[in-house]
């Protein structure tokens, strides 16, 4: 059994964004109940409540402001959801809504939660419909784009495929809209930070992603050991012959082995309450040593946070190196910055662990 989770883009699900493209949505789930039916589970992760909701208020652009995005989130989720429950129920399955949000995900309660509900649902092969809660989320909680969303839910179920069915029929060395002889990429790593360069920066006029978001979800989604594969909706059978392992699209391979669960976890903390620097030596340990962060190596702390939240490990040129759960709070850390451990004493009226962030609380970005 191979678990799958299958993400579909706004630009796919609408049609011109004035209404859902319901003959397509039942193409789709005729080729996710065919997995179920051959002994796979598949978690669905469903753009286009935003973009159905503009129909409903009588929209033809996705508008910028929050509460009339929200209204339209709102009006267009009902609509999706039950388009989705019809089209599986034809096939002999039920479908189910998740909504999530950020803070569902960086609670190591409710993220437990939320995977003991989505394994429970597809042991019942019921399909969850996974969507971002658009109609109640605000900048400073959200995912940013569904292609995060959906690797962060791969991360959660430990799926061992992502597919990211986009307008596009994959990644090309060059814009193809600058190049019309671009070549496409059909292997690639995940790790590759050379992607990002090639990635095109753009997004519809519907969604919020372009390819580089699907390129750094194959990245994150690697973390559990899943491989990604982005491909065009439209292509007949697409889900199918990803899952035969087909040449279709750009298949971004996992080379590692999977992280730990609280790895996975911690990996998926997109809003981190600050950060600290570190010193080259700090930087070295950690990277490559797979050490825990000690005051002594850190040079600055950055932003208010409290003993046992997320913070940003950067190096001097403020790349974000890692993320992790921090022993003690920002005022005590600005203390104890540069100190050795065996010398917190000094500094602390109650001393505690000798580590800023344990190698255990810790995940390499």
């Given at each position: 059994?191979?678990?799958?989770?299958?993400?579909?883009?706004?630009?796919?699900?609408?049609?011109?964004?004035?209404?859902?493209?319901?003959?397509?949505?039942?193409?789709?789930?005729?080729?996710?109940?065919?997995?179920?039916?051959?002994?796979?589970?598949?978690?669905?992760?469903?753009s286009?409540?935003?973009?159905?909701?503009?129909?409903?208020?009588?929209?033809?652009?996705?508008?910028?402001?929050?509460?009339?995005?929200?209204?339209?989130?709102?009006?267009?989720?009902?609509?999706?959801?039950?388009?989705?429950?019809?089209?599986?129920?034809?096939?002999?399955?039920?479908?189910?809504?998740?909504?999530?949000?950020?803070?569902?995900?960086?609670?190591?309660?409710?993220?437990?939660?939320?995977?003991?509900?989505?394994?429970?649902?597809?042991?019942?092969?019921?399909?969850?419909?996974?969507?971002?809660?658009?109609?109640?989320?605000?900048?400073?909680?959200?995912?940013?784009?569904?292609?995060?969303l959906?690797?962060?839910?791969a991360?959660?179920?430990?799926?061992?495929?992502?597919?990211?069915?986009?307008?596009?029929?994959?990644?090309?060395?060059?814009?193809?809209?600058?190049?019309?002889?671009?070549?496409?990429?059909?292997?690639?790593?995940?790790l590759?930070?050379?992607?990002?360069?090639?990635?095109?920066?753009?997004?519809?006029?519907?969604?919020?992603?372009?390819?580089?978001?699907?390129?750094?979800?194959?990245?994150?989604?690697?973390?559990?050991?899943?491989e990604?594969?982005?491909?065009?909706?439209?292509?007949?059978?697409?889900?199918?012959?990803?899952?035969?392992?087909?040449?279709?699209?750009?298949?971004?391979?996992?080379?590692?082995?999977?992280?730990?669960?609280?790895?996975?976890?911690?990996?998926?903390?997109?809003?981190?309450?600050?950060?600290?620097?570190l010193?080259?030596?700090?930087?070295?340990?950690?990277?490559?040593?797979?050490?825990?962060?000690?005051?002594?190596?850190?040079?600055?702390?950055?932003?208010?946070?409290?003993r046992?939240?997320?913070i940003?490990?950067?190096?001097?040129?403020?790349?974000?190196?890692a993320?992790?759960?921090?022993?003690?709070?920002?005022?005590?850390?600005?203390?104890?910055?540069?100190?050795?451990?065996?010398?917190?004493?000094?500094?602390?009226?109650?001393?505690?662990?000798p580590?800023?962030?344990?190698?255990d609380?810790?995940?390499?970005?």
């Open positions: 059994m191979s678990r799958f989770v299958v993400k579909l883009g706004s630009a796919l699900l609408t049609q011109a964004g004035l209404r859902l493209n319901e003959p397509g949505i039942s193409d789709w789930t005729r080729q996710i109940s065919g997995l179920i039916k051959s002994g796979h589970q598949v978690v669905v992760v469903s286009g409540a935003v973009a159905a909701g503009l129909g409903v208020l009588g929209l033809t652009h996705r508008p910028t402001d929050m509460p009339t995005l929200q209204a339209a989130a709102a009006a267009g989720q009902s609509g999706l959801a039950t388009v989705w429950e019809t089209c599986f129920r034809l096939q002999g399955f039920a479908a189910s809504q998740i909504l999530l949000t950020h803070d569902d995900l960086s609670d190591r309660g409710r993220y437990l939660n939320a995977r003991a509900t989505l394994l429970r649902l597809m042991d019942f092969d019921v399909v969850p419909v996974v969507n971002e809660n658009d109609t109640v989320v605000t900048d400073e909680i959200r995912f940013g784009d569904n292609d995060t959906a690797a962060l839910v991360n959660l179920i430990q799926a061992d495929t992502l597919i990211i069915l986009t307008d596009q029929q994959g990644m090309y060395r060059e814009d193809p809209r600058m190049n019309p002889n671009a070549e496409l990429l059909t292997q690639v790593n995940a590759d930070r050379g992607l990002d360069a090639m990635a095109s920066g753009g997004t519809g006029s519907l969604g919020r992603g372009g390819m580089i978001t699907k390129v750094r979800a194959a990245r994150l989604a690697a973390r559990s050991g899943a990604t594969v982005i491909a065009h909706g439209k292509t007949p059978d697409v889900i199918a012959r990803i899952a035969r392992r087909e040449s279709v699209g750009t298949r971004f391979n996992a080379p590692e082995a999977a992280e730990t669960a609280r790895k996975r976890w911690l990996a998926g903390h997109l809003r981190v309450k600050g950060s600290v620097t010193d080259a030596g700090a930087v070295e340990a950690v990277l490559k040593g797979g050490r825990s962060v000690l005051p002594v190596g850190v040079v600055a702390v950055q932003g208010q946070f409290h046992g939240e997320a940003a490990v950067l190096d001097a040129a403020g790349t974000q190196l993320v992790g759960l921090v022993n003690y709070d920002a005022d005590e850390a600005r203390l104890i910055q540069g100190v050795s451990s065996r010398n917190l004493a000094k500094h602390l009226s109650v001393p505690g662990e580590e800023l962030i344990h190698c609380n810790l995940a390499l970005r």
